[in-house]
């Protein structure tokens, strides 16, 4: 039986080990960490310099003793999670589903995946507005030729859309995948084994 956000709120607040991949510069991390202090924050990304960033902006914050930051790939970070999060990254990923199916493998019982990904709708007609010109310019110069250049090259784009992102990570093992909140700039899924 699905706890709820509520008492998944709670877990956080009462002290939850949770991964925070791909987000670079730690703006999440820090986030959550200040919104958590009794949670274990992990970031993991893959460039070094991003994590040095990271880390002095921790410093910067008070929050050093609070955090973890760690070189690691979506598909290689290790360790046991209640909660991994991709914010507005896994579009940019070559093989989103074999993240997805990582971040399956390093859920403990009962975790939770939370993905953030740009609002979109799930086909062109949805997405001809100002945000989403916006978001197939981002996703023509950055997104998908990163995701082309690395292993596999999904290229979903920043303009994947929600019934894609489902078959995503329903692939990867996952039972449920549920939106839980959007904005007019981004939608909000969890996902559950």
């Known amino acids: 039986m699905d706890p709820g956000p509520g008492r998944r709120s709670a877990k956080l607040a009462a002290g939850a ?9 730690g703006a999440s991390t820090l986030l959550l960490a200040d919104a958590y202090p009794a949670s274990a924050i992990i970031e993991f990304d893959a460039h070094d310099g991003s994590i040095e960033a990271a880390r002095k902006r921790a410093a910067d914050a008070g929050l050093a003793g609070r955090v973890r930051f760690e070189v690691a790939s979506a598909t290689t970070f290790g360790g046991t999670y209640d909660l991994v999060c ?3 990254c896994l579009h940019d990923i070559g093989d989103p589903a074999g993240v997805c199916a990582h971040a399956r493998d390093r859920l403990a019982p009962g975790g939770t995946l939370m993905l953030i990904e740009p609002f979109a709708g799930d086909d062109i007609t949805g997405n ?4 989403g010109a916006a978001y197939y310019g981002f996703s023509t110069l950055l997104c998908t030729p990163s995701s082309l250049s690395q ?3 999904t290229a979903l784009g920043a303009q994947a859309g929600e019934a894609r992102l489902r078959e995503i990570v329903t692939s990867a093992g996952f039972a449920t995948l549920r939106r839980v909140a ?3 700039f981004n939608i909000v899924l969890e996902a559950r084994a």
């Open 151 to 153: 292993e596999v090259g």
């Open 182 to 184: 959007e904005t007019p």
């Open 128 to 131: 001809l507005n100002p945000v």
């Open 86 to 88: 991709f914010f507005d």
């Open 17 to 25: 080990r949770v991964a925070d991949v791909g987000f670079g510069h």
